[in-house]
């Protein structure tokens, strides 16, 4: 059988069954052609006329693929982001933030420090250090395990010199640091919609997505701490998925700028001090995470 068959093949397996797509792909034949191609550790640009090494073992990801709804990413332990390869098991999301095709657009501006808030697998702080080449780097989570996939990352890219990795909840390892750019992808799905996740996003890990009753709970103490750990010209950028409707009803008098429907900057001028955060934000940014 040749590749491009067993792709074919994958791909009508997948067609036929109720699979959701989110994690690196949007269809059912890039799905297959990233399990065929990357399952038998061949490049995507591969001949597909060449003969599949070993379908049995591709046939049986597929299988897992359909009946345990395992995205793709965690079977093969790889995703890929902004054409870059990152290591990935179930102690660490799997990386598709909007952010990381952003992060070219800042160039512009001087970039020394930066600083990735709740960094999962480390995607955008390896992204951020190849953009930025001169930048220091901080990578915090609070996950011990997503901590673990995040220096695997770092290492991967040969990293370790300029990027951080430290256990922290959200900014309390680097009190007193300021930043340049302060980047984060933070839990943002409400308690409603985490009560009906589809079943691949069952696979990630809770801590990764859950925000609180409206999602908002990690993004109004990254509101509120930001202003003290940004430079006088510092830019917060911050993605919130579909959550921005309730970003403007719990935020609004901040001066927040949408790049994207899913992201939103903010320059530290625009943001209020802790003493003057609007009220619904202050008293609910002292919440912990819940413990998943
Ligand atoms: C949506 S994931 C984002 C991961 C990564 N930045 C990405 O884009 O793939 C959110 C991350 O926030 C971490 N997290 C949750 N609560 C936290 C907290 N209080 N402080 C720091 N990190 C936290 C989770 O462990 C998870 O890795």
Same mark, same amino acid.
């Given at each position: 059988?040749?590749?491009?068959?067993?792709?074919?093949?994958?791909? #009508?397996?997948?067609?036929?069954? %109720?699979?959701?797509? $989110?994690?690196? /792909? !949007?269809?059912?034949?890039?799905?297959?052609?990233?399990?065929?191609?990357?399952?038998?550790?061949? &490049?995507?640009?591969?001949?597909? +006329?060449?003969?599949?090494? !070993?379908?049995?073992?591709?046939?049986?990801?597929?299988?897992?693929?359909?009946?345990?709804?395992?995205?793709?990413? =965690?079977?093969?332990? +790889?995703?890929?982001?902004?054409? #870059?390869?990152?290591?990935?098991?179930?102690?660490?999301?799997? %990386?598709?933030?909007?952010?990381? +095709?952003?992060?070219?657009?800042?160039?512009?501006? @001087?970039?020394?420090?930066?600083?990735?808030?709740?960094? $999962? @697998?480390?995607?955008?702080?390896?992204?951020?250090? #190849?953009?930025?080449?001169?930048?220091?780097?901080?990578?915090?989570?609070?996950? &011990? $395990?997503?901590?673990?996939?995040?220096?695997?990352?770092?290492?991967?890219?040969? *990293?370790?010199?300029?990027?951080?990795?430290?256990?922290?909840?959200?900014?309390?390892?680097?009190?007193?640091?300021? =930043? !340049?750019?302060? *980047?984060?992808?933070? &839990?943002?799905?409400?308690? /409603?919609?985490?009560?009906?996740? %589809?079943?691949? =996003? #069952?696979?990630? %890990?809770?801590?990764?997505?859950?925000?609180?009753?409206?999602?908002?709970?990690?993004?109004?103490?990254?509101?509120?701490?930001?202003?003290?750990?940004? /430079?006088?010209?510092?830019?917060?950028?911050?993605?919130?998925?579909?959550?921005?409707? @309730?970003?403007?009803?719990?935020?609004?008098?901040?001066?927040?700028?949408?790049?994207? &429907?899913?992201?939103?900057?903010?320059?530290?001028?625009?943001?209020?001090?802790?003493?003057?955060?609007?009220? $619904?934000?202050?008293?609910?940014?002292?919440?912990?995470?819940?413990?998943?």
């Amino acid at each position: 059988m040749t590749l491009a068959e067993l792709i074919a093949r994958v791909e #009508q397996r997948f067609s036929a069954a %109720p699979l959701l797509y $989110g994690h690196g /792909t !949007d269809n059912a034949h890039d799905e297959a052609a990233w399990l065929v191609l990357r399952g038998l550790g061949l &490049p995507f640009n591969a001949d597909l +006329e060449n003969t599949a090494a !070993d379908v049995k073992r591709i046939e049986g990801l597929a299988d897992r693929r359909i009946k345990e709804r395992i995205p793709v990413a =965690y079977l093969l332990k +790889e995703a890929w982001l902004a054409g #870059q390869p990152f290591y990935v098991d179930e102690r660490a999301i799997v %990386p598709r933030s909007h952010i990381a +095709e952003l992060l070219p657009s800042f160039k512009r501006r @001087s970039i020394k420090r930066v600083l990735d808030l709740c960094t $999962g @697998s480390g995607c955008l702080a390896v992204l951020a250090a #190849q953009t930025f080449r001169g930048a220091e780097l901080d990578a915090l989570d609070l996950s &011990p $395990g997503a901590l673990a996939v995040a220096r695997k990352n770092v290492a991967r890219h040969r *990293l370790g010199r300029r990027v951080r990795v430290h256990r922290s909840d959200l900014f309390a390892a680097v009190r007193n640091v300021r =930043y !340049d750019l302060i *980047l984060t992808n933070p &839990p943002y799905v409400s308690a /409603t919609a985490m009560g009906k996740l %589809p079943p691949e =996003y #069952q696979h990630e %890990p809770r801590m990764a997505l859950a925000g609180g009753a409206d999602g908002l709970d990690l993004v109004a103490r990254i509101l509120a701490g930001a202003p003290e750990h940004l /430079t006088q010209d510092g830019l917060l950028v911050c993605e919130i998925g579909d959550g921005k409707a @309730s970003v403007q009803r719990r935020f609004r008098g901040l001066k927040l700028e949408w790049v994207k &429907p899913e992201v939103f900057i903010a320059r530290r001028d625009a943001l209020p001090s802790a003493s003057n955060m609007p009220a $619904g934000a202050r008293a609910r940014s002292i919440r912990s995470p819940k413990k998943q």
